[in-house]
């Protein structure tokens, strides 16, 4: 398998690239518009077809790439149904999976961030998106947000899976760059152990956070793919 974890340092978002090595195909979860050239050269420099852009969630952080890299490519973006994007080529739901040359990405639904919310487990590994966090977890304080949903997702879904199997989030803020699912279950602050369900509801409900900066453009840019709309004239 070729993998490269890229990072966006704006937003601290992590951007995946996944490719079969026999038919040059690969796919981009979570990628950011900033980032577009740097896609572009990795993909030439790697001899490699992008067949398909994932979206983890519909993010309030940054803007997708998915349509900008559509235009130059001819790559598919895929989205969760629920996440409201008419503009995705493929709408998924729990149990989808994509097929990347001889490589295969099963999705996962883990609601509670988002509604729109979708892991995605290969043989090895998870790429979480923003529900499971090295040593933490996406917030649950708007955008269709519930602690007690999340909270089910991660233990149902994620925590579920192998211990050895590693975790790869959509944003670390410390440099950190992969986890498993052992320690997530073990020792992740707000979730592991023993915590009890409605001790992490509390947590949740009494973070006071900002927010997010790139709200306003990012949540109406990815409902469109990453098309963003020209602000109306003034006066």
Known sequence: MIFQQLFEPVTSTYTYLVGCPRTREAVLIDPVVEELQAYLDTLAALDLKLVYTVETHIHADHVTAAAALRDRLGSRSV?????????????????????????????????????????????????????????GCGRTDFQEGDAGKLWDSIHRQLFSLPAETLVYPGHDYKGRTVSTIG????????????????????LMGELSLAKPKFIDRALPANQACGVERAAPPQG
């Open 79 to 135: 989205v969760h149904a629920a996440g409201g994007a008419a503009c995705a080529d493929v709408t998924i739901r729990d149990g989808h999976v994509l097929h990347v040359g001889d490589l295969t990405l099963a999705a996962r639904e883990t609601p509670g961030h988002t509604n729109a919310c979708v892991s995605w487990v290969m043989t090895d590994r998870v790429f979480t998106g923003d529900a499971l966090l090295i040593d």
């Open 183 to 202: 320690n997530e279950r073990a020792t992740n602050a707000r979730l592991g152990g023993d915590r009890p369900r409605e001790d992490f509801i509390r």
